[in-house]
């Protein structure tokens, strides 16, 4: 009986284990040996190869090897050579284009025009002095009613002085004029002359006959009495300063102009400006000096204004608005100012291509005014810049781990 249990339980083992080669025969490939083993290490061929890794915060460093963040302690996202194909780039389609907002602009050339405002201070003109001396040793036997302060007119007569001298040498050129020796008598014009006699005098002695002992001091130019330093009875000294008169055709005009815009002021550069005290009316100069010094407490450069001033109606120490005027002496690349992003280290600005591609591109920027920057380095003429959405576009390839390419210290990108 237990010879007759073994028999049939091998005869089970045999068809159990028939019926497992079978299914692993039929599971083989038909060209495949049924001892065939797999193939080992074998990477499939859809993996993709990561370049680097890098920090989202911080795409322009770059590392060999997965991990975490030295900056933020977040970890690190690799960028595969897959993503590199189609460029540095951010891809938006029409419609998110759309839905954004973006606003584009193309990069231009000519001459940018730019114009400061910066207020200024009246004061008289400097070069439009008279200064009026005693020629010679005398007496004050008059002076005219005047005071400093007082607005004359050209020729105005001053103060009048006795000259003893004169009378002497004015009476000996009488006295040969009688006899008729014209070269006596030129001799005799000539002593008058370098006894410090006016012209007009001694014209006026000759043709009157009569000695002319009075001086009378005028005011060459017509102005502002400055100074007036003449009293009645007092004696005067060859050379003696008596009075100082300032005209008042021009007036001069002092602006305070910031260091940041030192290089926009040039000499004739026209200036227009305005008074409180005449609203709504325009004046119009130009730059006549750009003072070589500084004001030491507000870092401000010293411009000098000149105004013609016709009619006498600008009184030195009102205070005015001014706009200085400047337009490139060259053509420029500019774009509009809002298409600048501004980070304190760098300047980048968002450049469209084709197919709804953006990238970030770095530049230099130049002077700006009304709303436009001219760009120095970084642009070409025609190329196209994001002029609205370009802060979410630089976020987002902030986060892709897409970098402007730096410029190098000559402003040019390698």
Known sequence: MKRTWNAGWL??????????????LARLPANAAPDAAPAQGAAPSNERKALYWYDP???????????????????????????????????????STQNLGLRVAKVSRGRLETSLDVSGILAFNERDVAVIQARTAGFVERVYARTPGDVLKADAALADILVPEWAAAQTEFLALRRNGDAGL????????????????????????????PYLTLTSPIGGVLQELSVRAGMTVAAGETLARVNGLDSVW??????????????????????????????????????????????????VRVELPDPQGRLRPGLTA??????????PVLWVPSEAVIRTGRRSL?????????????????????????????GLEEGQTVVTSGQ????????????????????????
């Not at 322009?60 to 194909?85: I, K, W």
């Not at 608005?321 to 060259?330: D, E, F, G, S, Y």
């Open 391 to 414: 802060f979410l576009l630089d976020s987002e390839a902030s986060l892709k781990g897409i970098a402007s390419e730096p410029l190098d210290k000559t402003g040019v990108q390698p």
């Open 185 to 212: 008598l030129t001799a005799a014009r000539e002593r008058l002359k370098l006894a410090g006699m006016p012209a007009a005098l001694i014209a006026q002695v000759e043709r009157s006959g009569k000695v002319q």
């Open 57 to 95: 915060m911080y795409p322009q460093q770059h590392f060999d090897q997965p991990g975490r963040s030295p900056f933020m302690d977040m970890q690190l996202v690799p960028r595969y050579a897959s993503e590199t194909e189609s460029g540095a780039t951010v891809s938006i389609d029409a419609q």
């Open 349 to 377: 600005v968002m450049l469209a291509e084709d197919a709804g591609r953006y990238r970030p591109v770095d530049v230099r920027p130049g002077q700006e005014s009304d709303g436009q920057t001219e760009i120095v380095n």
């Open 11 to 24: 005869a089970a083992c045999s068809i159990a284990l028939g019926v497992a080669g079978g299914y692993g």
């Open 321 to 330: 608005q001014v706009r200085l005027n400047h337009a490139t002496a060259q």
């Open 253 to 302: 005009l002092s602006v305070a102009v910031p260091q940041a815009q030192a290089a926009a002021i040039s000499l004739g550069q026209a200036v227009d400006a305005q008074l409180a005290a005449y609203p709504g009316e325009l004046f119009s100069g130009k730059v006549s000096a750009i003072l070589p010094d500084t004001n030491p407490d507000s870092r401000t450069l010293r």
